[in-house]
């Protein structure tokens, strides 16, 4: 289940071949009973012609064979180990499988001559992930799909009670993996790297396999202690840290309530079409913002205007952070599709037109034009002038025309930011100031 230059070679990774093969056969297993309803989800159904590439010994095209009806079945494998034992499998069946030596990148099979196309654990093997994506979409008839089911150590096996030492087995055997030339976290990435091969992305899910649905049995077979083994020997993983968690693995099992889970990634991608170019949702940095109440944030019978001098400022920070004509003072921020770093922007934003650096946690509390105006029009207070005094006499670089404000849900604040805090709030009323005699003059005007 590899490449030839990739990270996974069966006759060096596995002391006991016939070991191996049954591990690989317990992974496919192990995921069969959520992964066969995915993939029929995705088009899996009878009478497709289906590409296994990277099908190690052939356990997947065995379970489909057995399911479904009048298939065209194929496996690709470039480990000549493996692609004997899958020929093996199928010597004495009635199934009818094509079993063919080569890789994802070089698979050596007819262009546009499959419905679906599994690729199974193997893409975090591979060195040129893109390279292969677009290999394997050249085998795609024209409105196939492939399903691309990868690791993320990030998200491996976890247990309840918990393991500690597993964290300690992963980052070995990512570490290993690198080396090698692969990715071990490669299930994140599978979105992007279906858009870099040109592919059009259907879906992304996640399936979990639980021991109380297939049982400890299950999870003990698909693991093994082959892997950790190898990193021991390899040099990758402690050796007192491997008998550790042998240890802690038999203590986790004692508890009656313990938990044993195994989530993968599943991606799902098509070949482009006519269509795609003109739709939008080809490009998602495309499409526009959607508010959620245009009518309350947008000129509509429920919109409020701004009715002070810092709501008007607010409106039009808010107007330039979401990149809106207008919104109205009661829409709330995180409704009208706003992130955290438009809340960024909206901080500094606030702090360059008021003087008045609000905290982010303030900016959560206050989500309205209204709420936030209220807060910095009642609730932030100047500094007691003997604090202010106190702060000027000792060593600071704070300079009286800079820093933050003071609130009094923060009145624990230190003595040099309070001389900040009383700064700020002296400029953010100066500008306040400026801003009302520049519209008194435009209405005088």
């Given amino acids: 289940m590899t490449t030839t230059t990739g990270?996974?070679?069966?006759?060096?990774?596995?002391?006991?071949?016939?070991?191996?093969?049954?591990?690989?056969?317990?992974?496919?297993?192990?995921?069969?009973?959520?992964?066969?309803?995915?993939?029929?989800?995705?088009?899996?159904?009878?009478?497709?012609?289906?590409l296994d590439c990277g099908c190690g010994p052939g356990r997947l095209l065995e379970l489909v064979?057995?399911?479904?009806?009048?298939?065209?079945?194929?496996?690709?494998?470039?480990?000549?180990?493996?692609?004997?034992?899958?020929?093996?499998?199928?010597?004495?069946?009635?199934?009818?499988?094509?079993?063919h030596?080569?890789?994802?990148?070089?698979?050596?099979?007819?262009?546009?001559?499959?419905?679906?196309?599994?690729?199974?654990?193997?893409?975090?093997?591979?060195?040129?992930?893109?390279?292969?994506?677009?290999?394997?979409?050249?085998?795609?008839?024209?409105?196939?799909?492939?399903?691309?089911?990868?690791?993320?150590?990030?998200?491996?096996?976890?247990?309840?009670?918990?393991?500690?030492?597993?964290?300690?087995?992963?980052?070995?055997?990512?570490?290993?993996?690198?080396?090698?030339?692969?990715?071990?976290?490669?299930?994140?990435?599978?979105?992007?790297?279906?858009?870099?091969?040109g592919l059009i992305v259907k879906g992304f899910d996640m399936e979990v396999s639980h021991s109380k649905?297939?049982?400890?049995?299950?999870?003990?077979?698909?693991?093994?202690?082959?892997?950790?083994?190898?990193?021991?020997?390899s040099g990758f993983l402690d050796q007192q840290v491997f008998e550790s968690m042998i240890r802690s693995w038999k203590q986790m099992l004692k508890d009656p309530n313990h938990s044993i889970m195994r989530p993968l990634f599943v991606g799902v991608?098509?070949?482009?079409?006519?269509?795609?170019?003109?739709?939008?949702?080809?490009?998602?940095?495309?499409?526009q913002r959607v508010v959620d109440d245009p009518e309350e944030c947008q000129g509509g019978p429920g919109y409020v205007s701004p009715s002070s001098e810092t709501e008007e400022v607010l409106a039009r920070l808010w107007s330039s952070a979401m990149e809106l004509p207008e919104v109205g003072i009661r829409c709330n921020f995180f409704d009208l599709g706003g992130d955290s770093l438009m809340l960024e922007k909206l901080q500094s934003d606030v702090l360059d037109q008021l003087g008045i650096r609000v905290p982010m946690a303030v900016l959560f509390q206050y989500?309205?034009?209204?709420?936030?105006?209220?807060?910095?029009?009642?609730?932030?207070?100047?500094?007691?002038a003997h604090e202010a005094s106190d702060v000027q006499g000792d060593n600071t670089q704070h300079s009286v025309h800079e820093g933050t404000f003071d609130a009094r849900n923060h009145s624990q604040?230190?003595?040099?930011?309070?001389?900040?805090?009383?700064?700020?709030?002296?400029?953010?009323?100066?500008?306040r100031e400026a801003l009302s005699k520049k519209k008194r003059r435009a209405e005088r005007g």
Avoid at 367 to 384: K, N, S, W
């Fill in 7 to 50: 990270s996974y070679h069966v006759a060096d990774f596995a002391a006991n071949l016939p070991a191996e093969i049954r591990r690989l056969d317990a992974q496919v297993d192990l995921f069969w009973h959520a992964e066969k309803p995915l993939l029929m989800r995705h088009g899996l159904q009878d009478g497709m012609a289906i």
């Fill in 367 to 384: 989500p309205t034009i209204e709420q936030l105006a209220g807060y910095l029009d009642h609730e932030v207070r100047p500094v007691a």
């Fill in 269 to 287: 991608a098509r070949l482009p079409r006519e269509a795609d170019r003109d739709h939008t949702l080809a490009n998602p940095d495309s499409l």
């Fill in 213 to 233: 649905l297939v049982g400890d049995q299950a999870f003990f077979q698909a693991e093994g202690v082959g892997i950790p083994a190898q990193l021991v020997e």
């Fill in 413 to 431: 604040s230190s003595a040099s930011s309070s001389s900040e805090n009383s700064a700020l709030k002296n400029k953010a009323e100066r500008r």
């Fill in 101 to 197: 030596q080569g890789s994802a990148e070089d698979p050596g099979l007819p262009a546009a001559s499959f419905d679906l196309i599994v690729m199974r654990l193997v893409l975090e093997h591979v060195p040129d992930p893109v390279a292969a994506l677009k290999s394997l979409s050249g085998l795609l008839k024209p409105d196939g799909q492939i399903v691309i089911i990868a690791n993320d150590f990030e998200f491996h096996l976890r247990t309840s009670p918990n393991v500690a030492e597993l964290d300690l087995l992963y980052e070995a055997y990512c570490a290993s993996r690198r080396q090698d030339g692969g990715d071990p976290c490669i299930g994140r990435r599978l979105p992007v790297l279906f858009s870099q091969a």
């Fill in 65 to 99: 064979a057995n399911e479904f009806q009048q298939l065209s079945l194929t496996g690709l494998e470039v480990d000549p180990i493996l692609v004997e034992a899958c020929r093996d499998r199928f010597a004495n069946t009635r199934h009818e499988v094509e079993i």
